[in-house]
């Protein structure tokens, strides 16, 4: 299974993304997909997460009221939309997903975004 993540870009501060992912190679169980970002010289850090089960969602508080994931179970896609983009967003962004044994199994490539000030 590969996770493809797409839509990262140059974008100035203030502006908008929408980052998506979708999944490739085969059928797989899980309980909820993501994003994680990691900054230059910084560790990977946690963004959002979206439970198929009712639909739950977790932010990080860095990202909360900002930007807002979805995600369709049934195709295992996830989306996420980023309005009110900083600089401090810059950042390679990861969709993962979840298993209900062994947590974050599959992680996409990852997909550059860079918030100029």
């Known amino acids: 299974v590969q996770l493809q993540a797409s839509g990262g870009g140059l974008v100035q501060a203030g502006g908008s993304l929408r980052l998506s992912c979708a999944p490739s190679g085969g059928a797989f169980r899980n309980i909820a997909m993501g994003w994680f970002r990691q900054a230059p010289g910084k560790e990977r850090e946690f963004v959002a997460r979206?439970?198929?089960?009712?639909?739950?969602?977790d932010y990080s508080d860095s990202v909360k009221g900002r930007f807002t994931i979805s995600g369709d179970s049934a195709k295992n896609t996830v989306s996420l939309q980023m309005d009110s983009l900083k600089p401090e967003d810059t950042a390679v962004y990861f969709c993962?997903?979840?298993?209900?044994?062994?947590?974050?199994?599959?992680w996409g490539q990852g997909t550059l975004v860079t918030v100029s000030s």
């Open positions: 979206i439970l198929w089960n009712r639909g739950l969602t």
């Open positions: 993962v997903s979840q298993s209900p044994t062994t947590g974050y199994n599959y």
